[in-house]
């Protein structure tokens, strides 16, 4: 598969079943490959080759800043997926730099919304795939 028609990558990392499920469903049919975790601890295997990483920031015993530190030290170098801070706590709006992710996807649970997010995050993944490899 060539990289123009290369499939954008998607790994969503959050505790409620439901709301992977969701988006899962949405993205799949909007054309992305999705996987999904309820933690981070599965999720190595699926970041090594993500495009968009979105993450929960609420989540039993850590938070998403906290998810965000521990995959990014574990991927190599020349691989940086985009990483979004999924969430609809309005406290974080506008923390998702400080928290050190790329952007923030608003309205958790609209997918509409979502999708209508993820597009603008899905041309940024097409043009650093034009990008000559260093």
């Known amino acids: 598969m060539s990289h123009a028609s290369a499939k954008t990558k998607v790994v969503y ?3 409620n079943p439901q709301d ?4 899962r469903d949405a993205l799949v049919a909007a ?7 309820v933690d981070d601890a599965t999720a190595d295997f699926d970041v090594v080759d ?3 990483v979105l993450i929960d ?3 039993p015993g850590l938070d998403g800043g906290e998810v965000l530190a521990r995959l990014r030290a574990v991927l190599s170098p020349r691989h940086r997926p985009f990483f979004y801070l999924y ?3 309005r406290s974080l709006s506008g923390a998702y730099r400080q928290l050190g992710f790329d952007g923030q996807v608003i309205m958790k649970g609209n997918t509409d ?5 993820l597009d603008a995050a899905r041309r940024a993944v097409a043009l650093r795939r ?4 260093v």
Request: charged share 25%; proline share 3%; net charge negative.
């Open 13 to 15: 990392i959050d505790d």
């Open 20 to 23: 992977l499920r969701l988006a």
């Open 31 to 37: 054309g992305y490959d999705v996987a999904t975790h």
């Open 50 to 52: 993500a495009d968009i």
């Open 57 to 59: 920031f609420h989540m």
């Open 87 to 89: 969430t609809s706590d």
């Open 113 to 117: 919304a979502l999708l209508r997010q």
């Open 130 to 133: 034009m990008r000559p490899a």
